[in-house]
């Protein structure tokens, strides 16, 4: 029988991160399962023992040492002043590859218009101490109360105003609630406890688990465009390929002709390939990417 392998223990969030922190693991190169015992998933890394956690409570166990490292927001590192190590910004969440923001929203009639009319005034949230943090910056004095959920309907009737989490505002809109001012903008963070960090296989881990990370993001909204050209048509076409560096150019056996790579960005493709068709470009391939590490 071999020695059993070193571990280390990540906290993934539970709830609404969960879906797009699964795929990115995933295109990071770590398969997650989830079974009947959610709370301990399976991860194809010997190397790796995962924890679903609430990403409200991850950044606190990851402080005390429960979990080595953990993928949370920036936001409840802030709320639970957590003292951790930030090894990587990674800008994903639910919806998009954008930061989520804690925003100070009003219904659509009330008099408040910016954070000085808050003064006096009742305030609900998830997050009560990134929002007296905020009023405190702005020498603004209100009662900010807890709130366990469904935060967008208690304002006018319960509260005055809310701080809430919102990516598009759509939920704020559709409840007749407009956004004030943004109290905290935030993005998904790998952290580490401290004294996991000075531990040296585990640090070589999680940096080892940060690079991918952050190839795959990079990633995300990247392809890889491929492409043969004649020699006449050659300048014209390279000069149309955007690219992290300079196009990738080598000769084919076929005299006179070239084969042309280069990753570009996936929202530019369908204005590309036609400009590169015209422009004398045969064979285009498009090929979708997992990882770019510079």
């Known amino acids: 029988m071999g020695d059993t392998p070193k571990k280390i223990v990540l906290g ?12 990115m693991m995933k295109k990071a190169g770590f398969t997650i399962q989830t079974g009947s015992r959610s709370y301990v998933p399976a991860v194809d890394d010997p ?33 639970n002043k957590s003292d951790v190590v930030e090894v990587a910004n990674l800008v994903y969440a639910k919806a998009g590859l954008r ?47 807890f709130s366990w959920g469904a935060t967008e309907v208690k304002a006018p009737e319960l509260v005055d105003a809310i701080m809430d989490i919102t990516e598009t505002g759509s939920s704020l809109r559709a409840n007749n609630l407009r956004i004030v001012d943004t109290a905290l903008e935030s993005t998904t963070r790998l952290i580490a406890n401290k004294k996991a960090w000075k531990d040296a296989w585990k640090r070589k881990k999680i940096e080892q688990i940060a690079l991918l990370l952050r190839g795959a993001l990079a990633a995300e909204q990247k392809v890889l465009l491929k492409l043969n050209v004649h020699k006449k048509n050659l300048k014209t076409v390279s000069k149309l390929m955007p690219a992290l560096h300079a196009p990738t150019v080598n000769s084919l056996a076929s005299t006179g002709w070239y084969s042309v790579e280069s990753v570009v960005d996936e929202k530019v493709v369908r204005q590309l390939i036609p400009q590169l068709k015209d422009a ?13 590490v510079p």
């Open 47 to 79: 190397e790796i023992s995962a924890r679903l956690i609430r990403a409200q409570e991850i950044s606190r166990y990851v402080e005390h040492g429960m979990l080595d490292v953990g993928l949370t927001g920036y936001d409840w590192i802030v709320e």
């Open 99 to 145: 930061p989520v923001r804690w925003v100070i929203a009003v219904p659509n009639d009330s008099t408040i218009k910016s954070v000085k009319d808050l003064e006096g005034k009742r305030i609900a949230t998830e997050a009560v101490g990134i929002c007296k943090q905020y009023l405190a910056n702005n020498g603004v004095s209100a009662e900010v109360e």
């Open 280 to 292: 004398g470009a045969e064979g285009i391939i498009e090929i979708p990417l997992n990882k770019i």
């Open 12 to 23: 993934l969030p539970k709830g609404s991160l969960q879906d797009s922190t699964f795929a």
